[in-house]
C-alpha cells in the first residue's frame, strides 16, 4: 500500500528555512494521476494548503498565495520523495506540516503523512 | 476564518444520526467535488468521502456525503463512541486557485 514517510527538524529559528522531506513508497512521485502535496496546521490557521508538485510529461508547482513568495516544493525522482523548503520563517509557521497524495481525477487526499510538527522559536 | 464554514461542535448519543454541514460559495463547493475528514487527536486526517458521496474501500457505510448547491453534507448514522473525532471538509477553489478546507467540527458521542 501507499505509504508517506515525513524527516525534518521540529525546531527551526526565526529567518530560517524550514525544510521537510516525505518519502513515498507503493507509488511514484512521478506518477502522472497524481500530485504531491504540502498541508499544514495550527491552532490559529486551522488546515492550511500550501502547495504541490506533479508530473505531466513535465513538472508543475502549484503554490498557496500565503506563502508563493517564501515555498520551494521539489521532487528528487532518484529517491522518489518530495520536499518542501519555507524560507524566512516567523512564530506564525508554527504547526504540524503534513505531505498528502492527491489523486487528480477525485480531488482528493486519499494517502497522509504522518504529520511533523515544527515549531518556530529562537 | 476558514473559507468553508463548518459548525465547531456537533453531538449525539449512540446509535443515533448526525449530519455534519460544510457551507461555501459557487467557487468552490459549488463548481467542485468535495471531500470530508476524520482526524484523532495527534494522528493525520484520515479521508471518508471523495468525490462527494464516494467512500474509499474500508470507510463504514455508516458515513455518507451529499452536496447541494455551494453546500455539502457528512451524515453518521448507527453513532459509536469511536465516532468521537474532529471532522473536515474540502474542496478546491476556483477562485484562489488551490484547495480549502472548513474550520473542523468536533464530533462529541455523549
Known amino acids: 500500500q501507499v505509504q508517506l514517510q515525513q524527516s525534518g527538524p521540529g525546531l527551526v529559528k526565526p529567518s530560517q528555512t524550514l525544510s521537510l522531506t516525505c518519502a513515498i513508497s507503493g507509488d511514484s512521485v512521478s506518477s502522472n494521476i497524481a500530485a504531491w502535496n504540502w498541508i499544514r496546521q495550527s491552532p490559529s490557521r486551522g488546515l492550511e494548503w500550501l502547495g504541490r508538485t506533479y508530473s505531466r510529461s513535465k513538472w508543475y508547482n502549484d503554490y498557496a498565495t500565503s506563502v508563493r513568495s517564501r515555498i520551494t516544493i521539489s521532487p528528487d525522482t532518484s529517491k522518489n520523495q518530495l520536499s518542501l523548503q519555507l524560507n524566512s520563517v516567523t512564530p506564525e509557521d508554527t504547526a504540524v506540516y503534513y505531505c498528502a497524495r492527491e489523486v487528480i481525477m477525485t480531488q482528493a487526499f486519499d494517502i497522509w503523512g504522518q504529520g511533523t510538527m515544527v515549531t518556530v522559536s529562537s | ?110
Open chain 2, 1 to 110: 476564518q476558514s473559507v468553508l464554514t463548518q459548525p465547531p461542535s456537533a453531538s449525539g448519543t449512540p446509535g443515533q444520526r448526525v449530519t455534519i454541514s460544510c457551507s461555501g460559495s459557487s467557487s468552490n463547493i459549488g463548481n467542485n467535488y468535495v471531500s470530508w475528514f476524520q482526524q484523532f487527536p495527534g494522528t493525520a486526517p484520515k479521508l471518508l468521502i471523495y468525490t462527494n458521496t464516494q467512500r474509499p474501500s474500508g470507510v463504514p457505510d455508516r458515513f455518507s456525503g451529499s452536496k447541494s448547491g455551494s453546500s455539502a453534507s457528512l451524515a453518521i448514522s448507527g453513532l459509536r463512541s469511536e465516532d468521537e473525532a474532529d471532522y473536515y471538509c474540502a474542496t478546491w477553489d476556483d477562485s484562489l486557485s488551490g484547495p480549502v478546507f472548513g474550520g473542523g467540527t468536533k464530533l462529541t458521542v455523549l
